[in-house]
T-cell receptor, first 115, second 110 residues
Framework: GAVVSQHPSWVICKSGTSVKIECRSL??????MFWYRQFPKQSLMLMAT?????????EQGVEKDKFLINHASLTLSTLTVTSAHPEDSSFYIC???????????FGPGTRLTVL | EDQVTQSPEALRLQEGESSSLNCSYT??????LFWYRQDPGKGPEFLFT???AGEEKEKERLKATLTKKESFLHITAPKPEDSATYLC???????????FGKGTKLTVNP
């Protein structure tokens, strides 16, 4: 159990375009979803926390107008990188948390490359 | 500031050579101490949650323990497929946010 999927697994886009990444909890209802970014050889850095039906809470230094998060249901959250630039190239990972034990279960990640 | 520090940064073992990874934390009001395994290019895979000092959990060749200041991940008779980066994280107070350490990259040679 506790499976989280992400789509797409990788994406290459041109500078200035927007990219949407989906995160789904497949076999449980996620009260909270989290979005992380991971640069090569570094640990995960939390970008934002979202609860279903409410606005996301962004970490300090993360531009909320650039990284749009929508948590429309208990099984789906989306991250849209608007007007992407090469410095946004990274590995984006989502996680989902149900109610028991507060463990976070992670998706497989999305590799974004902005040319 | 709440911190999670892992050591060593990297560890090379021969197959069958048991060892331990360390995770020390300075977190006020620890709510949970988590261990994850991450393979290259993939998201972290949940291993264990520990909630109180003295608690231990086991899964195959892995055993996680917790004291008031640190956690250990013991690996008994490791195999090459145990090679991965092992991440430690904590939550504190009323927050669900995970604070991650930088990880220990484990390589097990056949």
């Amino acid at each position: 159990g506790a499976v989280v999927s992400q789509h797409p697994s990788w994406v290459i886009c041109k500078s200035g375009t927007s990219v949407k990444i989906e995160c789904r909890s497949l076999d449980f209802q996620a009260t909270t979803m989290f979005w992380y970014r991971q640069f090569p050889k570094q640990s995960l850095m939390l970008m934002a926390t979202s609860n279903e039906g409410s606005k996301a809470t962004y970490e300090q230094g993360v531009e909320k107008d650039k990284f749009l998060i929508n948590h429309a249901s208990l099984t789906l959250s989306t991250l849209t990188v608007t007007s992407a630039h090469p410095e946004d190239s990274s590995f984006y990972i989502c996680s989902a948390s149900g109610s028991v034990g507060n463990e976070q279960f992670f998706g497989p990640g999305t590799r974004l490359t902005v040319l | 500031e709440d911190q999670v520090t892992q050591s060593p940064e990297a560890l090379r073992l021969q197959e069958g050579e048991s060892s331990s990874l360390n995770c020390s934390y300075t977190v006020s009001g620890l709510r949970g101490l988590f261990w994850y395994r991450q393979d290259p290019g993939k998201g972290p895979e949940f291993l264990f949650t520990l909630y109180s000092a003295g608690e231990e959990k086991e899964k195959e060749r892995l055993k996680a323990t917790l004291t008031k200041k640190e956690s250990f991940l013991h690996i008994t008779a490791p195999k090459p497929e145990d090679s991965a980066t092992y991440l430690c994280a904590s939550t504190q107070g009323g927050s669900e946010k995970l604070v991650f350490g930088k990880g220990t990259k484990l390589t097990v040679n056949p």
